[in-house]
């Protein structure tokens, strides 16, 4: 019935067109008959019914508009990840116009005095200059950075957000498998940019990054040998590292980013039960306009907060630490934040190593830095599969949980959480050594315990709260203002407070019930037309006020 | 038991929500009638909500040009970071208050058709699958495993010289140094160290002379020179004559990954890996005594020249650095 009525509307369009024309060929047309020539919905109309003629872009395209996105706050995590990326491949853009990759040798002879006169590689040197002598670009360079720190930890809480709600279950497992490359993706892709500034920080990352490729038993020392083009240090690798992380893991992350969102349409939002929400609808506010509105303002937010912290917070002070010489050491070796648990790990390692029949296995490193990442992300990647099969629900899940009302994946999510935060600070023995006056030693045996203590306690800690929270009566639900009163004879009892009277009030349907944004029809054109005119589209929904 | 009690409230929704037969009954809701309560600002203040959203507008606006006067004359970061991000988060924070109060709220609902197909579906797309590659592979057995070892011989084939030309295979690169007997023991600018160099507790970084200034020479020559005084060296079997005049030389390569061992704890005698904190015994072979480092950096045994200079007596007697597969460590 919807082709009935774009034929009409067709027709309509046609006989106005006709008249039009006609008129054009004498007089000049007024403004109001060139817009009747348009048709009901003006020169937005037109290109539509163009594209649509074209594409058969209008019945899906509608579709689109109306899509429904659930308004909780948690869903605004993986905006904040998907933002970051957008300002990742804006800022580092601006970087490639100015970052020299390569590791040949110069002197430097810039602006910046306590560098001056020594010994650097071009990479690290670009770096120095768009620190201090290319505009702005020490703040692209530290919106960068902090962009790259956002966007890992905005994965991380998203990912948490969908583990905790269940929202990887069937029929999702493919956009949680997607995700954690993503994450893991994002992981290297840091580890990779901080790599380039060639500095004596980084340069160090890359020495051990190297040490942990040759752990890999067998085939370790082909595989550094083939990455690096030699051994370390070589002179290419500041090169490769520079090809993968601008266009290569990029172009990837990309992808996924698309098939993420993608899979998203397709299989569309979960959400929270609620009133009139269902395993068989989405409830929420609409693509357009509500959503772009608040999901635009929020990218420009995102890279609001980026900018502020990329020029007033330092981050990555590579000149301070100096350029990449491999005898030298800086003495505060710190990888950014999401490496931390990987060196937590190295560090609390026992150094174990096998050497048997002329051949070693450097357990101390293969099992921290490989096996043990490796077995971390396996668990991630077979959460969904393992939790149908424990518990044996191969239904398709649409409602979230709440995190209270599966005690046992909560308090398992909760385990891992404490165990990678543990890690985490393991990976300052020294600095926690010395700030609380006791031994190294202390703190590693500490950390070694802790590892498996701590994890334990936050998950039975964890259940407990599930279990309690169950049995609270009332929870989750909205709070509604009281007046408590008291009776001479000293009982308490609560009566609703009445709402706050106000002139400029707009009373609202206390919880209306959600509609069907109805598809099959164009709305009446005449009020709409008002709108889409852009005379006073504001003016007009704001109209139930007097 | 409380996950049973989950699984009986999703099996229940779909039947008892109210809602349910609120969009069964599909209140059509063109956009155009504007007294629909959906329609409505979510706001309870519209017109100061208007009015913040405005406010948030035009500081935003003031805020990016600003940036744009800032950039022109090249102002410092703060100034830079203060206006692009103050100018965003301003015109965001308009932008969004705008959609999250002023704009249709709804609730909307979107109905969920179920992405399965029918099973008659399933079984056509499964049949044809079936079906037509057992035609084509049953008929022509020989065809596919022809096409199949093509291909994979393909892949080898591509996949050799991609890895292989990425670098050299490491041979015995691993087990060399460029520390030869007879090698002078020079610092970081080629100069040599004469006996009376260093002070007792005193140290410095060497390497062999020739290869002060290479990137591969410091990264595996690096060695940690160390006057300990003949006193407190004790000595290891086979290694009497390594420390003439109390100094000793090890790998500066740390036997964990490879970090620079570069801080020397005099009163303790350690030599301490800023990485991982390992610590080795300087008076003693340099034998790990805390940290994940499994083995002792290996030493360079040392000679006085007659002219008083040092230098090696001879190479490393093992591959200096971290483990790998074919070190062999006996
Ligand atoms: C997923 C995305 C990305 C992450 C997590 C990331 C992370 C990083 C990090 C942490 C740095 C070190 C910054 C510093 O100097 O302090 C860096 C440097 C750099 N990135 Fe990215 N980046 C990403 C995407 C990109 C893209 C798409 C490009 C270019 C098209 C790019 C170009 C660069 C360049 C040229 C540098 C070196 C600049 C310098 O530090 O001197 N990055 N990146
Ligand atoms: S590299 Fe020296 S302790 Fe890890």
């Known amino acids: ?546 | 038991m409380s996950e049973t009690e989950q699984t009986t409230v999703d099996v229940a929704a779909p039947t008892n929500g109210d809602g349910e037969e609120a969009h069964r009954t599909s209140v059509p809701i063109p956009i155009a009638r504007l007294s629909d309560p959906h329609l409505q600002d979510a706001a309870r203040y519209p017109e100061r909500v208007e009015r913040i959203a405005a406010v948030a507008m035009v500081l935003g606006t003031i805020a990016v040009a600003g940036f744009g006067v800032a950039y022109w004359q090249n102002a410092n970061p703060w100034i830079l970071g203060a206006t692009f991000g103050a100018g965003l988060l301003l015109l965001g924070f308009g932008l969004t208050t705008w959609g999250k109060y002023l704009m249709p709220q709804g609730p909307f609902v979107e109905e969920r058709h179920p992405l399965a197909s029918t099973p008659a579906e399933r079984d056509a797309m499964s049949a044809a699958l079936v079906q037509r590659s057992g035609i084509v592979v049953k008929r022509r057995r020989m065809l596919g495993g022809l096409l199949a070892t093509g291909l994979g011989v393909f892949g080898i084939v591509a996949l050799f010289p991609l890895l292989r030309s990425l670098g050299p295979v490491p041979g015995d690169t691993l087990t060399k140094t460029n520390w030869k007997k007879g090698s002078r023991l020079v610092d970081s600018n080629g100069r040599p160290i004469k006996v009376n160099e260093l002070e007792v507790g005193g140290i410095q970084t060497v390497f062999p002379e020739g290869n002060a200034y290479t990137e591969e020479g410091q990264a595996v020559d690096q060695t940690v020179l160390i006057r300990v005084g003949t006193s407190a060296i004790v000595t290891m079997p086979g290694r009497e004559t390594w420390a003439p005049a109390g100094y000793v030389a090890y790998s500066k390569v740390c036997t964990h990954a490879g970090c620079p061992v570069g801080l020397y704890e005099q009163q303790l005698q350690l030599l301490v890996c800023p990485c991982h904190q390992s610590m080795f015994d300087v008076t003693n072979g340099a034998v790990p005594k805390f940290g994940p480092a499994p083995r002792p950096l290996p030493q360079l045994p040392l000679q006085i020249t007659s002219d008083g200079y040092l230098v090696a007596q001879a190479g490393y007697d093992q591959p200096v650095g971290p483990g790998y597969w074919e070190r062999n460590s006996g």
């Open chain 1, 1 to 546: 019935m919807s082709t009935s009525e774009t034929t009409s509307g067709h027709s309509q369009t046609a006989v106005t067109d006709g008249h039009a024309a006609s008129g054009s060929n004498g007089k000049a047309r007024t403004k109001r008959e060139q817009k009747a020539a348009l048709g009901p919905y003006g020169r937005t109309g037109k290109i539509v019914g163009e594209l649509d003629d074209r594409l058969g872009i209008a019945k899906g395209g509608r579709t689109f508009l109306d899509k429904v996105f659930p308004d909780h706050w948690s869903f605004m995590l993986g905006e904040i990840a998907l933002y970051s990326f957008v300002i990742l491949l804006a800022t580092g853009v601006f970087l490639t116009l100015y970052y020299v990759p390569s590791q040949t040798m110069v002197i430097y002879h810039g602006s910046y005095a306590p560098l001056r006169g020594q010994r650097m590689s071009e990479a690290y040197l670009s770096s120095v200059n768009l620190s201090f002598a290319v505009r702005a670009g020490l703040l692209m360079r530290q919106m960068h950075h902090w962009a790259a720190d956002i966007f890992i930890g905005a994965m991380v809480v998203h990912m948490a957000r969908i583990f905790f709600t269940g929202a990887f279950r069937k029929p999702r497992e493919l956009n949680w498998t997607i995700g954690v490359t993503l994450l893991t993706l994002g992981i290297i892709e840091g580890f990779l940019g901080y790599s380039l500034p060639d500095d004596l920080v980084s340069g160090t990352g890359i020495r051990i990054a190297d040490s942990i490729i040759l752990s890999i038993p067998i085939v370790g020392s082909y595989l550094s040998f083939f990455l690096f083009g030699g051994p370390f240090p070589g002179h290419i690798i500041i090169e490769r590292f520079y090809i993968i992380h601008v266009l290569i893991i990029p172009a990837i992350i990309a992808g996924m980013v698309g098939a993420h969102l993608g899979l998203l349409v397709r299989q569309k939002h979960t959400q929270f039960r609620g009133h009139g929400r269902s395993e068989t609808n989405v409830v929420g506010s609409p693509m357009f306009p509500t959503f772009m509105a608040k999901t635009t303002g929020f990218l420009f937010m995102t890279a609001g907060v980026t900018g502020i912290l990329g020029g007033l917070v330092q981050i990555n002070p590579i000149w301070q630490f100096g350029p990449y010489e491999p005898d030298k050491i800086s003495y505060a070796v710190q990888p950014d934040w999401y490496m931390g648990w990987l060196d937590g790990a190295l560090r609390i390692m026992p150094s174990w190593e096998t050497a048997i029949w002329g051949h070693t296995i450097p357990w101390e490193i293969f099992l921290p830095a490989i096996v043990f990442p490796g077995l971390i992300f396996g668990v991630c990647y077979m959460w969904p599969g393992l939790e149908r099969k424990f518990t044996g629900d191969n239904e398709l899940h649409n409602l979230l949980d709440r995190p209270r009302d599966r005690p046992k994946r909560t308090a398992a999510g909760a385990a891992m959480l404490a165990f990678l935060f543990t890690l985490f600070a393991a990976s300052s023995t020294d600095v926690l050594a010395n700030f609380f006056h006791i031994s190294l030693n202390e703190v590693l045996w500490f950390f070694r315990i802790a590892i498996f203590v701590v994890p334990v306690i936050a998950g039975l800690v964890t259940w407990r709260i599930c279990i309690e929270m169950q049995h609270a009566s009332g929870i989750g639900k909205r709070k509604r203002a009281v007046i408590v009163s008291r009776s001479e004879t000293g009982e308490y009892t609560t009566t609703p407070a009445p709402g706050r009277v106000d002139a400029d009030v707009v009373e609202l349907d206390a919880a209306p019930v959600p509609v069907l944004i109805d598809m099959d029809s164009a709305p009446e054109p005449e009020p709409v037309g008002a709108g889409a005119d852009g005379e006073g589209a504001g003016a007009g929904v704001r109209r139930v006020t007097r």
